[in-house]
């Protein structure tokens, strides 16, 4: 029987040059090449989001972020692995939020540069998993919680967004806020809500016919 040897591809892992097959990935070709890789390495299923990756391409000079675990192996290609402290400061307890109508005021108190966004784009980049992250951002913005989170259903919290975001806004945490507030509580319809707020503030005008 005839066995089919698999050409070896030339790449640069942090720096190291190592010659592997392609069918491997990233993480795969560091042990192959002997070198016991096991920090930012976690399910290898492209699931929990740790092996975070700066890749570039050979005759390209964009940067790309991607998940070392999904990345096979390219002639040439240049691999970066990322470590990072992914601290939040967005703390709250679903339990304290006495009901639904005031999951919106919660989100602000918790999220308060969420309205700051400036579209950059950086977050939607920036992830690996192509989630409209930014347009998250904003349904979350204006109380659209469901809708918001839907948006982040494929999120690994691989803090990519996170750390590209001018804004420090964690919009990975904007999403794991509105799954998490649209499962605890049945959220009432957003307009009603966002109309109820405007009342509560004393900002609905209201005009009166004088005829
Ligand atoms: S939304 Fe953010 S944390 Fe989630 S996968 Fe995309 S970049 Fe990673
Ligand atoms: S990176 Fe931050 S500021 Fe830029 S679009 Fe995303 S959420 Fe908005």
């Known amino acids: 029987?005839?066995?089919?040897?698999?050409?070896?591809?030339?790449?640069t892992i942090n720096g190291k040059?190592?010659?592997?097959?392609?069918?491997?990935?990233?993480?795969?070709a560091l042990w192959y090449a002997g070198y016991p890789r096991v920090q930012s390495v976690g399910c290898l299923e492209g699931v929990c989001g740790s092996c975070r990756i700066m890749v570039r391409r050979a005759e390209s000079t964009e940067v790309t972020m991607a998940l070392g675990c999904?990345?096979?192996?390219?002639?040439?290609m240049e691999v970066n692995f990322l470590v990072f402290p992914t601290p939040t400061h967005h703390t709250y307890n679903l339990a304290e939020i006495p009901n639904s109508w005031e999951v919106q005021t919660e989100f602000h108190r918790v999220f308060?540069?969420?309205?700051?966004?400036?579209?950059?784009?950086?977050?939607?980049?920036?992830?690996?998993?192509?989630?409209?992250?930014k347009e998250g951002v904003a349904l979350a913005s204006k109380?659209?919680?469901?809708?918001?989170?839907?948006?982040?259903?494929?999120?690994?919290?691989?803090?990519?967004?996170?750390?590209?975001?001018?804004?420090?806004?964690?919009?990975n945490h904007v999403g794991l806020f509105s799954r998490r507030v649209t499962a605890y509580f049945h959220t009432r319809p957003s307009n009603l809500i966002?109309?109820?707020?405007?009342?509560?503030?004393?900002?609905?005008?209201?005009?009166?016919?004088q005829d």
């Open 17 to 28: 040059e190592i010659k592997a097959p392609p069918s491997l990935s990233t993480i795969q």
């Open 143 to 171: 109380g659209r919680f469901q809708e918001a989170g839907e948006l982040f259903v494929e999120c690994v919290m691989c803090n990519f967004c996170m750390t590209a975001c001018p804004e420090y806004i964690a919009p």
């Open 112 to 133: 308060p540069e969420a309205v700051n966004c400036r579209v950059c784009n950086g977050c939607n980049k920036s992830c690996p998993k192509e989630i409209q992250v």
């Open 1 to 11: 029987m005839e066995t089919q040897i698999e050409q070896l591809v030339t790449v």
């Open 70 to 76: 999904q990345t096979l192996l390219e002639e040439g």
């Open 194 to 209: 966002n109309r109820l707020e405007v009342m509560r503030k004393g900002e609905l005008k209201v005009e009166i016919d």
